[in-house]
């Protein structure tokens, strides 16, 4: 056989043999992407038994798994979220602490630019507080410049911060709760635990400070939904009934070394606040008059809410106020739970909301108003 015929009958074939090995790539690529993602979910299962918290979807690789539950007094969630699109599409593990104390109004503290990559905040300013080496190494935001300096001067506080920020520069405080993002979809549970456990340590210091200094503030009291049965892969550790410890003054922890570490106490110290209330409105087994009762508790409270957006639309409500009418309405779900909002604002709102994207996180300044049974949906007007 010649060269030359050689060369014609391996252009020929050559379609035939190249294309059977994309596919087989593509195949392979596929099949890896789907058996690292069943291996983090497995994961995640464990690290939720391990610890006494509930994990909820991830039923198949295109359900997105939830944990969420107690973690050593504080209420506390992980879970993933998607940013952006074709090649520049990524995803992220948001690990949040929930705040059940009273706090100051619009507060945000975070690194400068770390911020503007997790979401806006409606309202607020820039404070410097008068303290070279806070105003030096955060961004304080509020609408009360006094309560903002009185908050971070508390020295249990100052010390909580001081410590996170060489950790978790990354971390943000803001709307009520402690958010921290790593790239990826996190499932080593040495990871899961420092993250978590760093969010709670932070969230403790400051939680048991502003309830000792304000002990009128009473929290809602509603307790948590008791925990549907979900299937691990690992048998989940029975829990038991343990006594509500006295109250201590606040401290900050030591780092954490050798983790994961041991088991925290996982006995409930509090209800979890607004958010534990919201994220028990979004259980389907609730009955109306349920859902009612724990609604009647919030409504016309004032909150701070992190949402992550679906869409802005026309407000439309048959029951909104009549200063609200004719503006725009902020469709999405509360940050890190399944419970869905919307947040209704009114004409003045509609530039600034326009810049507002799918996937956004932003958050924001409202009272609860009611519930949306039609559309499953908690109604807050801005």
């Known amino acids: 056989m010649t060269p030359m015929l050689c060369i014609f009958l391996a252009a020929d074939f050559a379609p035939l043999i190249i294309f059977p090995l994309f596919i087989a790539l593509f195949v392979g690529l596929a099949a890896l992407g789907i058996y690292q993602s069943q291996k983090a979910r497995e994961n995640w299962a464990r ?21 969420s539950g107690w973690f050593d007094g504080i209420y506390v969630h992980i879970g993933t979220i998607t940013r952006g699109s074709g090649k520049n599409r990524s995803t992220y593990t948001q690990f949040q602490a929930m705040l059940n104390c009273p706090m100051p109004l619009g507060l945000q503290i975070h690194q400068e630019n770390v911020f503007s990559k997790v979401g806006k905040f409606f309202g607020g300013q820039d404070i410097h507080v008068g303290d070279q080496a806070i105003d030096d190494a955060f961004i304080l935001k509020g609408r009360d410049e006094n309560a903002v300096r009185h908050f971070v001067s508390q020295p249990a506080i100052r010390q909580a911060l001081f410590r996170i920020v060489q950790t978790r520069p990354e971390f943000v405080l803001y709307a009520g709760n402690i958010l921290m993002e790593q790239r990826g979809m996190v499932s080593d549970p040495a990871r899961m635990y420092s993250a978590i456990s760093e969010a709670v340590l932070l969230a403790r210091a400051i939680t048991d400070t502003m309830q000792q200094l304000a002990p009128q503030a009473a929290p809602v009291k509603v307790p948590p939904a008791p925990p549907k049965p979900v299937e691990l892969p690992v048998a989940a550790p029975a829990l038991r009934p343990q006594p509500r410890p006295a ?42 008059s349920e859902r ?5 508790r919030l409504k016309d409270q004032s909150v701070t809410l992190p949402i992550v957006v679906e869409r802005v639309e026309l407000t439309s409500s048959f029951d909104v106020p009549d200063e609200l009418k004719d503006g725009r309405t902020v469709v999405g779900i509360l940050s890190g739970l399944r419970t869905k909002v919307a947040v209704r604002f009114d004409a003045a709102k509609s530039r600034e909301l326009s810049s507002l994207r799918r996937g956004d996180n932003f958050a924001v300044q409202g009272r609860i108003a009611s519930w949306d049974p039609l559309y499953d949906r908690v109604n807050v007007n801005a």
Not at 264 to 280: E, Y
Not at 292 to 296: M, P, S, T, V
């Open 247 to 288: 109250a201590r003054p606040a401290k900050v922890a030591a780092p954490l070394t050798n983790l994961p570490g041991p088991k925290p106490d996982n006995t409930p110290r509090g209800d979890g606040g607004v958010m534990a209330v919201l994220d028990r409105l979004s259980d389907a087994s609730l009955l109306g």
């Open 47 to 67: 690290f939720a038994a391990t610890y006494g918290l509930q994990m909820t979807g991830g039923e198949s690789w295109t359900s997105r798994p939830h944990i």
């Open 292 to 296: 009612d009762e724990a609604l009647a």
